[in-house]
């Protein structure tokens, strides 16, 4: 290899960190439970969630925040970039470049990428939703980057050469239903902002500002059978990414048990919060737990030798 190349290959190497640097600016600037979760994966798994993450903000900030009249070309202008990245493997735009490379390396296409610019760009659209197009909406908007980050955490150690590990029909049903869980907590939680700023109402058949606590329970018991079964799928992760999703459902579930206790009409003029002490008690008991199942896990296999050199004894 000669000086010149080696020099383009460190170049290559900053230009990628700082990508990866970017994105993990972006997810701990809009979420903080969200990042209290990744801060417990390993540096692989992290970034790339990280990454993850920062696309999906990126295309809520063109349809929430921005809402000009070329949103639409804004967002197709994105979505193109991410075409071209997952080809090339390179952006000038850092947040694109960051997740192009982890999508490359985990096996994250158009099965997840193509639905979820589509549910973005519902929401240019689409003020109130019927049942199918409320189900394709949470399909696209969270289900299938539930499924990104499946694979995400399943080839978090995939070195170059090895085949992508391709996440078991079961266990991409729980991903997706907890992508589903998290977006109808946060459709509960942003009612107001939804309703009021944006003229949105997510709910089938409920106009934006008339949601009522019959509504509320309904949707409560939709939130709670997806979790049953995104936590009848945590098993089948990594250990670490196990504690991590832990985590983090234990901190939306806090915020649906808040939820649940305000009535509708103040879920649409107040938003919900958790405190962030109160966060940080929730994740340090999932590690806790977690610490404990682990030390249980490794002394199981001591007893058993204990056991039976006494009964040889």
Same mark, same amino acid.
């Given at each position: 290899?000669?000086?010149?190349?080696?020099?383009?290959?460190?170049?290559?190497?900053?230009?990628? !960190?700082?990508?990866?640097?970017?994105?993990?600016?972006?997810? +701990? !600037?809009?979420?903080?439970?969200?990042?209290?979760?990744?801060?417990?994966?390993?540096?692989?798994?992290?970034?790339? @969630?990280?990454?993850?993450?920062? %696309?999906?903000?990126?295309?809520?900030?063109?349809?929430?925040?921005?809402?000009?009249? *070329? !949103?639409?070309?804004? =967002?197709?202008?994105?979505?193109?970039?991410?075409?071209?990245?997952?080809v090339t493997g390179y952006?000038?735009?850092?947040?694109?470049?960051?997740? !192009?490379?982890?999508?490359? +390396?985990?096996? @994250?296409?158009?099965?997840? @990428?193509?639905?979820?610019?589509?549910?973005?760009?519902?929401? =240019?659209?689409?003020?109130?939703?019927?049942?199918?197009?409320?189900?394709?909406?949470?399909?696209?908007?969270?289900?299938?980057?539930?499924?990104?980050? =499946?694979?995400?955490? #399943?080839?978090?150690?995939?070195?170059?050469?090895?085949?992508?590990?391709?996440?078991?029909?079961?266990?991409?049903?729980?991903? +997706?239903? %907890?992508?589903?869980?998290?977006?109808? @907590?946060?459709?509960?939680?942003?009612?107001?902002?939804?309703?009021?700023?944006?003229?949105?109402?997510?709910?089938?058949?409920?106009?934006?500002?008339? %949601?009522?606590?019959?509504?509320v329970r309904t949707v409560?018991?939709?939130?709670?059978?997806?979790?049953?079964?995104?936590?009848?799928?945590?098993? *089948?992760?990594?250990?670490?990414?196990?504690?991590?999703?832990?985590?983090? #459902?234990? #901190?939306?579930?806090? =915020? %649906?048990?808040? #939820?649940?206790?305000?009535?509708?009409?103040?879920?649409?003029?107040?938003?919900?919060?958790?405190?962030?002490? $109160?966060?940080?008690?929730?994740?340090?008991?999932?590690? $806790?737990?977690?610490?404990?199942?682990?030390?249980?896990?490794?002394?199981?296999? $001591?007893?058993?030798?204990?056991?039976?050199?006494?009964?040889?004894?």
């Amino acid at each position: 290899m000669t000086a010149m190349q080696d020099e383009t290959r460190r170049a290559a190497r900053l230009y990628d !960190a700082t990508a990866v640097r970017a994105s993990g600016v972006v997810l +701990r !600037a809009y979420s903080t439970s969200f990042g209290l979760g990744t801060r417990l994966l390993g540096g692989p798994a992290r970034h790339d @969630i990280e990454s993850v993450y920062a %696309l999906v903000r990126l295309a809520d900030e063109v349809v929430d925040t921005y809402r000009g009249p *070329d !949103a639409g070309e804004q =967002l197709d202008e994105l979505e193109a970039q991410v075409a071209r990245a997952l080809v090339t493997g390179y952006s000038t735009n850092v947040v694109v470049h960051a997740f !192009a490379r982890a999508a490359r +390396r985990t096996g @994250i296409g158009p099965a997840e @990428i193509d639905p979820f610019f589509a549910s973005m760009r519902a929401d =240019l659209t689409v003020q109130e939703h019927d049942r199918a197009s409320y189900e394709r909406y949470v399909y696209g908007s969270a289900e299938v980057v539930g499924v990104m980050c =499946l694979r995400v955490f #399943l080839n978090a150690g995939r070195r170059p050469g090895d085949a992508v590990v391709e996440p078991p029909a079961s266990t991409v049903a729980g991903a +997706r239903a %907890l992508g589903a869980a998290f977006q109808k @907590i946060n459709f509960l939680r942003d009612l107001g902002a939804d309703g009021g700023e944006l003229g949105r109402s997510y709910f089938p058949g409920v106009e934006a500002g008339t %949601l009522d606590d019959a509504d509320v329970r309904t949707v409560l018991a939709e939130v709670e059978q997806d979790l049953a079964l995104a936590r009848a799928a945590l098993p *089948d992760l990594p250990p670490r990414a196990r504690c991590a999703v832990e985590a983090t #459902l234990a #901190l939306y579930a806090r =915020l %649906l048990a808040d #939820l649940a206790r305000t009535p509708a009409e103040r879920l649409a003029t107040q938003r919900v919060r958790v405190p962030g002490p $109160v966060k940080a008690a929730v994740v340090g008991g999932v590690v $806790v737990r977690t610490l404990g199942r682990q030390a249980v896990a490794a002394a199981r296999p $001591v007893v058993g030798r204990v056991t039976s050199r006494r009964r040889q004894a």
